[in-house]
């Protein structure tokens, strides 16, 4: 069990992402300004990923991780737990979490998969490789997952889904666009409900 060194009054989010941060940066700006629950940390396995600038525009902090340090040391944890973190939101991070992670947050680290699940879910199926592969399968809608994180990818129990409709005349980058609105709406106040229910 980690011993969190919070005061227990704010609840302090991570995010994990390694992308352009998108829905990171619509969860920091939900939260902003409250006293009650704070994103404080950004991590990612990218360098170059555009979310790490787009959160120090905020003053969060942000770390970039690799390999080694990731899956062969359990240091994180120790970062995590400096910074007081209670949840981990995964967004747009691609990389498996990995066992000591998943069992020290059990239950308070989620992900969003921009499909619904169980369908198009599982390694590979990640940003527009998920929206060509609902368009070829012909489905009618397609929408957003929110879900617990275990040691396999996209398989931790389901918290919330929507759909958006599809139809013959929509791409994958219309498919794209529709599911991205979904998450932009639903994320944050999920894990608002999520982190208050506590
Ligand atoms: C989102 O589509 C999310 O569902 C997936 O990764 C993407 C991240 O996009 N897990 P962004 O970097 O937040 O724009």
């Not at 619904?116 to 997952?145: F, Q, W």
Request: aromatic share 10%; proline share 3%.
């Amino acid at each position: 069990m980690l011993l969190r060194s919070n005061n227990f009054m704010v609840k302090n989010i991570a995010i994990f992402a390694s992308g352009t941060g998108t829905n990171a940066k619509k969860i920091i700006e939900y939260f902003s300004g409250r006293t009650d629950i704070k994103v404080n940390f950004v991590v990612s396995n990218k360098e170059a990923a555009p979310v790490l600038n787009m959160a120090q525009s905020f003053g969060i902090e942000t770390l970039i991780i690799n390999r080694a340090y990731f899956y062969k040391s359990e240091d994180i944890l120790q970062e995590l737990n400096q910074k007081g973190i209670d949840f981990i939101v995964l967004a747009g991070f691609l990389w498996l979490i990995p066992d000591y992670l998943v069992n020290a947050y059990t239950n308070q680290m989620i992900n969003i998969h921009p499909a619904l699940l169980p369908k198009y879910g599982g390694k590979g199926m990640y940003g527009m490789n998920v929206h060509r592969a609902v368009k070829l399968a012909g489905e009618k809608e397609s929408g957003i997952s929110i879900h617990y994180v275990n040691a396999k990818y996209d398989e931790g129990n389901i918290i919330f889904q929507a759909a958006c409709s599809l139809d013959e005349s929509d791409s994958p980058e219309t498919i794209a666009q529709k599911v991205r609105t979904l998450e932009h709406q639903h994320f944050a106040p999920i894990i608002e409900s999520l982190i208050t229910r506590r």
